[in-house]
């Protein structure tokens, strides 16, 4: 970010490149309304471009990329309302590189397998509470610690760790009743 500040143009290709699919999946995951997501995204990728010039290094630059998203998404929910989050079936989009990489080899049993097991996580995901969904998401989308998580989100470490705690106990129980 610091080179991207003084000119260097290729550093925000390199830096997007690295963080638009887990930052998209997080916004995607976190709003009911693709489009919505979308807008977020663009509107926080504009952030940084504003930003440049005023960015100090305090923290990791993910962390403090997902502390503009999670402000973003703060105002939206404001503006719209509480709205529950719904999975996305089907998910086509333009971003390239955002989706998982697809298994080389995938037998039609391990396939339906993956399938029910991908559809369980989103549904466990959507019924977690706001704050693990949210922090679960900036560990496993954006790969922000603890203390990162803490940060963007604006909450002591221990309610970063607690929430995340609660979250991975929450999703691990409704995965085990599938065994």
């Not at 500040?5 to 963080?19: Q, V």
């Amino acid at each position: 970010m610091l080179l991207y500040a003084s000119g260097d143009a290729a550093s925000f290709e390199r830096l997007y490149a690295r963080h638009r699919g887990g930052l998209y999946r997080y916004l995607t995951r976190q709003c009911s309304d693709r489009s919505a997501a979308e807008e977020l995204f663009q509107e926080v990728w504009a952030g940084v471009i504003q930003s440049r010039l005023r960015y100090r290094p305090e923290a990791r630059f993910a962390t403090w990329l997902y502390t503009l998203a999670h402000n973003r998404l703060v105002d939206w929910y404001r503006h719209h309302g509480k709205v529950q989050w719904q999975p996305l079936d089907g998910e086509d989009n333009d971003h390239a590189g955002t989706a998982a990489p697809a298994a080389r080899t995938v037998q039609p049993d391990v396939l339906a397998e993956s399938r029910q097991l991908a559809q369980k996580l989103l549904e466990l995901l959507a019924q977690l509470p706001p704050p693990q969904r949210e922090a679960f998401l900036l560990h496993e989308e954006g790969g922000l610690s603890v203390e990162d998580i803490a940060a963007a989100t604006g909450v002591a470490a221990e309610t970063a760790k607690s929430r995340l705690r609660y979250a991975l106990a929450k999703l691990r129980q409704g995965l085990a009743d599938l065994r």
